[in-house]
């Protein structure tokens, strides 16, 4: 775990999102210069004996260029095919920079639909795992070729975090064209001061942060702070540093004064309980009474069918669903049982489960060890 500045430079493992706002511009698409002072840095790492995984953006953007799509809202069908136009054009720039310093990269293109699901999340943690035993950076974007809105991050920002975690990294950094975040609007406020770190991310800090992004990137500092939450709540340390000075990665490893420094929270979620907060899209409600409530809240119990009142939506066995108490709700949860099944059992003790259904699983709606509490709101 990092405490301080001076644990950085005993980080293991590190996720470096790089932005399109650094990677791309409208006239000559790919700036390969910026490309290889920062392989230049990762490499220095790499040799140091740490363990780097790229996520990137800029396939959409160097599509956007190739094709004269700059000044123009696309739709989703022309991101898709200016990503697949600016995904090999990226990958290149990023092999040509590394195999400089003899050393190769590999492509891993994800959708939020891939980690939703525990083997393919698992499948995605052994492939790194591979990578980096035979020495190969692996380089990491969305899939905006196949992405819908249903299965996309919303930015690689919140990419570059939940890689953090399928990858056991010990920091993720996320530069910018800014030195980290301040206390307010640098572009407006010329006091404004930056912040050194930040031991605990709450929601004044996040009100800090001025949501614009650049012309080709879509994550403003409000999505690095989101993101941030997301590492530090998993135990993984995260940076906001500037990409456009050279030496500001390895000056941050170095435990130096760089950029803004997000310490792991108290609040830490094991692994399994981030991946159903932060990756599961729900797929319905559960609608429990206040004795049920109380059980969850107060003494950590499973979800028993007793304290059922209402099932929404329509899912299978093993699916996210949120659990809703009178007063909201209050924690999300894989089910199991389907919704049909949980309409007829609702309400019904655990012992009433096989006269009911023909069969008798399980005694819980929802087991603790499957079970997340999101909002522990007072009864």
Same mark, same amino acid.
């Given at each position: 775990?990092?405490?301080?500045?001076?644990?950085?430079?005993?980080?293991?493992?590190?996720?470096?999102?790089?932005?399109?706002?650094?990677?791309?511009?409208?006239?000559?698409?790919?700036?390969?210069?910026?490309?290889?002072?920062?392989?230049?840095?990762?490499?220095?790492?790499?040799?140091?004996?740490?363990?780097?995984?790229?996520?990137?953006?800029?396939?959409?953007?160097?599509?956007?260029?190739?094709?004269?799509?700059?000044?123009?809202?696309?739709?989703?069908?022309?991101?898709?095919?200016?990503?697949?136009?600016?995904?090999?054009?990226?990958?290149?720039?990023?092999?040509?920079?590394?195999?400089?310093?003899?050393?190769?990269?590999? #492509?891993?293109?994800?959708?939020?639909?891939?980690?939703?699901?525990?083997?393919?999340?698992?499948?995605?943690?052994?492939?790194?795992?591979?990578?980096?035993?035979?020495?190969?950076? *692996?380089?990491?974007?969305?899939?905006?070729?196949?992405?819908?809105?249903?299965?996309?991050?919303?930015?690689?920002?919140?990419?570059?975090?939940?890689?953090?975690?399928?990858?056991?990294?010990?920091?993720?950094?996320?530069?910018?064209?800014?030195?980290?975040?301040?206390?307010?609007?640098?572009?407006?406020?010329?006091?404004?001061?930056?912040?050194?770190?930040? *031991?605990?991310?709450?929601?004044?800090?996040?009100?800090?942060?001025?949501?614009?992004?650049?012309?080709?990137?879509?994550?403003?500092?409000?999505?690095?702070?989101?993101?941030?939450?997301?590492?530090?709540?998993?135990?993984?340390?995260?940076?906001?540093?500037?990409?456009?000075?050279?030496?500001?990665?390895?000056?941050?490893?170095?435990?130096?004064?760089?950029?803004?420094?997000?310490?792991?929270?108290?609040?830490? #979620?094991?692994?399994?309980?981030?991946?159903?907060?932060?990756?599961?899209?729900?797929?319905?409600?559960?609608?429990?009474?206040?004795?049920?409530?109380?059980?969850?809240?107060? #003494?950590?119990?499973?979800?028993?069918?007793?304290?059922?009142?209402?099932?929404?939506?329509?899912?299978?066995?093993?699916?996210?669903?949120?659990?809703?108490?009178?007063?909201?709700?209050?924690?999300?949860?894989?089910?199991?049982?389907?919704?049909?099944?949980?309409?007829?059992?609702?309400?019904?003790?655990?012992?009433?489960?096989?006269?009911?259904?023909?069969?008798?699983?399980?005694?819980?709606?929802?087991?603790?060890?499957?079970?997340?509490?999101?909002?522990?709101?007072?009864?």
């Amino acid at each position: 775990m990092i405490h301080c500045r001076a644990d950085l430079a005993n980080v293991r493992r590190v996720v470096v999102k790089i932005g399109s706002s650094l990677l791309a511009d409208a006239e000559s698409g790919i700036r390969q210069g910026v490309v290889d002072h920062l392989v230049d840095e990762l490499a220095g790492l790499i040799v140091a004996g740490k363990q780097v995984v790229v996520v990137t953006s800029g396939s959409v953007a160097l599509g956007r260029v190739r094709l004269g799509w700059v000044d123009r809202k696309l739709s989703v069908h022309e991101k898709q095919a200016a990503a697949a136009i600016g995904q090999p054009k990226l990958m290149y720039a990023y092999a040509r920079a590394f195999a400089r310093h003899d050393m190769s990269v590999a #492509q891993m293109l994800l959708t939020k639909d891939d980690l939703r699901h525990r083997r393919r999340y698992l499948n995605t943690s052994n492939t790194s795992e591979t990578l980096f035993s035979v020495g190969v950076v *692996p380089i990491v974007n969305e899939n905006d070729t196949v992405v819908v809105s249903e299965i996309k991050f919303g930015d690689n920002d919140s990419l570059g975090a939940l890689v953090s975690l399928v990858v056991d990294a010990d920091l993720v950094v996320m530069l910018t064209d800014v030195p980290g975040l301040y206390d307010r609007n640098p572009g407006a406020h010329k006091d404004a001061k930056r912040i050194d770190i930040i *031991p605990h991310l709450n929601d004044e800090h996040i009100a800090m942060a001025d949501d614009t992004g650049s012309s080709f990137g879509t994550g403003g500092m409000a999505s690095k702070l989101a993101a941030a939450r997301v590492a530090t709540r998993g135990g993984v340390a995260a940076a906001i540093i500037s990409g456009k000075e050279k030496g500001t990665l390895t000056r941050l490893l170095a435990g130096e004064d760089e950029g803004t420094l997000f310490l792991c929270g108290v609040d830490r #979620q094991s692994k399994r309980q981030h991946w159903i907060t932060e990756v599961l899209h729900s797929a319905g409600e559960i609608h429990i009474d206040t004795g049920a409530a109380r059980a969850l809240l107060e #003494q950590g119990s499973s979800l028993l069918p007793v304290g059922v009142t209402a099932v929404e939506g329509v899912f299978d066995k093993g699916d996210c669903v949120e659990i809703v108490a009178p007063n909201g709700v209050i924690a999300k949860g894989l089910c199991n049982y389907t919704a049909e099944e949980m309409r007829l059992i609702m309400g019904h003790a655990s012992s009433d489960i096989e006269a009911i259904l023909g069969f008798h699983d399980f005694s819980s709606v929802i087991h603790r060890d499957n079970l997340v509490l999101i909002q522990k709101k007072t009864l």
